[in-house]
């Protein structure tokens, strides 16, 4: 298993406030930055099953926005 950094967007969707954060990061880290959209589900329950397949090999460290505080509670 492997660790990994999961950024998990406000409303909106999209990582646009990670983004200074995420070009400070070292090269060498393993992080993703998730797009709402792309997760299957209607609501944070299904969406979080959703996110669980992407990363299921992984351990996971998640900062979060505002929104996908409950998606992370529900992972």
Avoid: H, W
């Amino acid at each position: 298993m492997t660790l990994k950094l999961v950024f998990l967007p406000g409303l909106d969707g999209t990582d646009i406030l990670f983004n200074d954060l995420i070009k400070a990061l070292p090269k060498t880290l393993n992080y993703e930055a998730i797009y709402l959209p792309e997760l299957e589900g209607q609501d944070c329950s299904e969406q979080a099953v959703s996110l669980e397949k992407m990363t299921k090999e992984e351990i996971l460290f998640l900062v979060v926005e505002f929104y996908s505080g409950r998606l992370a509670y529900e992972l």
